[in-house]
């Protein structure tokens, strides 16, 4: 049986927002391998992990000996989070099979969490026994990097983690729709893809399934026939207002974000005939429809101090996006943010 210690280092930097960094969520089905140079030979491997409430970690490390696929560990883990670094021992043995006097090496495992590959990579140190030594691991997990929902009708190029990616339109893989990082696609609806990896594949190996929300085409607004010679056109000029800032999973703006709402007051009071739209985005962090919930109230908050700055409720419409209008490959702490769009 082996003992491992897990090591997930996470570095998600909050650009101009006061949420602090937060520990990426691994949970979910890592697919990878373990060599043992200067040995020859490799070990496929299949991690599985899931969190719990107060910090509390269970799992199941599955490997196979890539050369004689009889030769087989399972092993039930559990552990805790504290902070960034993720402690898992062996709590017991589901199954293995050797061969050959064989067996298998017990020791400690030290990973590093990649958020941009979605990898987990590091080394593993044995305690002296047979031919035990050290092994290397790599982990990756398939998780979707593009945004979770798409324009009705429009062409969306849709962009996942993972090796040797294969895309499948049902569960049983019997049809097939891509392979690959990337998939250019129509929806219509709500779709649900099942994707594979080829790296390393192992038994416990399933497809994973990835959902596709699809929300109503915007349409651009058209100029007015009837204006004015010299006139403008009906336009959205979107702005990010990057100090605009709440406390931590709140819709309470922080003192810091009063310069930036006082000047955008001011040029509202300057321009008496300007109306605003104010949309808040979240990241995607957490249940969506809180995310939705969370983007709207931040963005009644701004609309609220705007309003006590004597702007007219009448000239402020808002709207909460939620997760679905992501800037940057989540996590980012900069896609939450709130943006305010000219309406004429």
Known sequence: MKQAILS??????????????????????????????????SWSSHLTLRTWPGNAVTGELYQQNDTNPNFTGAFAMRGRQTGPVLRLVHARIISQHTNNGGF??????????????????????????????????????????????????ALSTLRVSGREVKWFADSARQHRL??????????????TFYLTQGYYATPRSRPVPITVRVV???????????????????????????????????????????????????????RPTLR?????????????????????????????????????????????YGDTRLLYPTPDARNQRVEVEELH
Not at 178 to 191: D, P
Not at 221 to 237: C, D, F
Not at 298 to 306: D, G, H, N, T
């Open 8 to 41: 997930i280092w996470c570095g998600v930097a909050a650009v101009g927002f006061t949420t602090p960094a937060l520990c990426q969520n691994l949970s979910g089905n890592w697919q990878g391998l373990e060599v043992t140079p200067p040995r020859v030979g």
């Open 216 to 270: 109503p085409a915007v349409a651009r607004p058209l100029p007015h026939t009837s204006r004015p010679p010299g006139a403008r056109p009906a336009q959205l000029a979107r702005v990010v207002l990057p100090t605009v800032l709440f406390r931590t999973a709140t819709a309470v703006l922080v003192p810091e974000s009063g310069p930036a709402l006082d000047q955008l007051a001011a040029n509202l009071r300057a």
């Open 104 to 153: 298998w090496c017990q020791g400690s495992l030290a990973l590093t969490y990649n958020a941009i590959e979605e990898s987990l990579t590091g080394r593993a140190t044995y305690r002296p026994q047979g031919d035990c030594n050290t092994g290397l691991f790599t982990f990756y997990r398939i998780r979707l990097k593009s945004a979770a929902a798409v324009p009705a009708g």
């Open 276 to 320: 605003l739209r104010i949309a808040g985005h979240t990241d995607r962090i957490g249940e969506p429809a809180k995310n939705v919930a969370l983007s709207e109230r931040r963005a009644r908050a701004v609309q609220a101090y705007l309003a006590n700055a004597g702007i007219a409720l009448t000239r402020l419409q808002i709207v909460g």
């Open 178 to 191: 891509a392979s690959g990082n990337t998939y250019a696609v129509r929806l219509q609806k709500n779709t």
